[in-house]
Nanobody, 125 residues
Framework: QVRLVESGGGSVQAGGSLRLSCAGK???????????LGWFRQAPGREREGVAA??????IYSDSVKGRFTISRDSATPILYLQLNNLKLEDTAMYYCGRGRGDRVSLTSGDFNLWGQGTQVTVSS
């Protein structure tokens, strides 16, 4: 059974950094490349928001994280990463990785049909 498992969340002061990982369990090496992959976040009382996504052609980022977050993947393992730098209070949320229904990059949650359980990121002043 294919599943996604996130890790790497935690508590950090504003301006700090974290690296999130999303391991593909039951996923054969190099098959990650067949799909778009993305990172989303959801704060209490708010809708799930796409922050970064990657496909075979490139990456996209939401305006709120552009220049601070970097998405990457290791297809051999396979693991999806999200490097979070210069964290701000408003970055506090549960972060989820997702696998797309297809192979084109998207920040729309409806374009994803496989999700991990989430990892919490808390930024304090």
């Amino acid at each position: 059974q294919v599943r996604l498992v996130e890790s790497g969340g935690g508590s950090v002061q504003a301006g700090g950094s974290l690296r999130l990982s999303c391991a593909g369990k039951g996923v054969a090496p190099y098959t990650f490349d067949r799909y778009s992959l993305g990172w989303f976040r959801q704060a209490p009382g708010r809708e799930r928001e796409g922050v970064a996504a990657i496909d075979s052609w490139g990456t996209i980022y939401s305006d709120s994280v552009k220049g601070r977050f970097t998405i990457s993947r290791d297809s051999a393992t396979p693991i999806l990463y999200l490097q979070l730098n210069n964290l701000k209070l408003e970055d506090t949320a549960m972060y989820y990785c997702g696998r797309g229904r297809g192979d084109r990059v998207s920040l729309t949650s409806g374009d994803f049909n496989l999700w991990g359980q989430g990892t919490q990121v808390t930024v304090s002043s």
